[in-house]
């Protein structure tokens, strides 16, 4: 599966921001979901995932509350919205999918989008 993310952008701390993920060349519903995130000198990091069916959600405690992870299987898609946000959430994002399943996502998933990059000034 290929993954391409885009949505990100320069942002107001205490604004909001949606990246989006769009898949291609394998069936969208039998994948996991996720994204990841990666700050300027700093190890990437797991941010939030969601089941193949979007029944199930999963959330890094820097972003629980603030963050909503969802998908639109008919469009191929894998959002990301993101609230309240601070300059500590400065960092490129990006998309991973596992057929493995949820639990699979925050670990090591199979397969990465490219990243788009979130600026949050203060």
């Known amino acids: 599966v290929q993954l391409q993310a885009s949505g990100g952008g320069l942002v107001q701390a205490g604004g909001s921001l949606s990246v989006s993920c769009t898949a291609s060349?394998?069936?969208?519903?039998?994948?996991?979901l996720g994204w990841f995130r990666q700050a300027p000198g700093k190890e990437r990091e797991f941010v939030a995932a969601i089941s193949w069916s979007g029944g199930s959600t999963y959330y890094a405690d820097s972003v629980k509350g603030r963050s909503t992870i969802s998908r639109d299987d008919a469009k191929n898609t894998v959002y990301l919205q993101m609230n309240s946000l601070k300059p500590e959430d400065t960092a490129v994002y990006y998309c991973?999918?596992?057929?493995?399943?949820?639990?699979?996502?925050?670990?090591?998933?199979?397969?990465w989008g490219q990243g788009t990059l979130v600026t949050v000034s203060s």
């Open positions: 991973a999918a596992d057929e493995r399943g949820l639990g699979y996502v925050p670990k090591r998933p199979d397969y």
């Open positions: 060349g394998r069936t969208f519903s039998d994948y996991a």
